[in-house]
Nanobody
Framework: QVQLVESGGGLVQAGDSLRLSCAAS????????MGWFRQAPGKDREFVAG????????DYADAVKGRFSISRDNAKNAVTLQLNSLKPEDTAIYYC?????????????????WGRGTQVTVSS
């Protein structure tokens, strides 16, 4: 059974940083692309960042480029999202996702497994 478990969310002030982690189990983690999506209250879920199986390729939504950074540790079956210079508009539930392909894009349909999410709240 594949499981993705997020951690690291919380309540912070604008300008602060957070580090989200996702632990994967139940599959050969190192061969699959990973990513993060988020959903703000009253809004559609949106792509945040993605990383290829090797970690050599990463992609970001325009809204977070230069502020967020995705990385992975295949030895630990973990992917991390570093959130810097947080803004109130970053407030959302953040979901860890996994694609059964080595490289994936920004579409929800490309990801096969989803975590339950972790709440990030940024106050102004």
């Amino acid at each position: 059974q594949v499981q993705l478990v997020e951690s690291g969310g919380g309540l912070v002030q604008a300008g602060d940083s957070l580090r989200l982690s996702c632990a994967a189990s139940g599959l050969t983690f190192s061969t699959y692309a990973m990513g993060w999506f988020r959903q703000a209250p009253g809004k559609d879920r949106e792509f945040v960042a993605g990383i290829s199986w090797s970690g050599k390729n990463a992609d970001y939504a325009d809204a977070v480029k230069g502020r967020f950074s995705i990385s992975r540790d295949n030895a630990k079956n973990a992917v991390t999202l570093q959130l810097n210079s947080l803004k109130p508009e970053d407030t959302a539930i953040y979901y860890c996702v996994l694609s059964k392909e080595p490289i994936a894009g920004a579409a929800e349909s490309e990801y096969d497994y989803w975590g339950r999410g972790t709440q990030v709240t940024v106050s102004s």
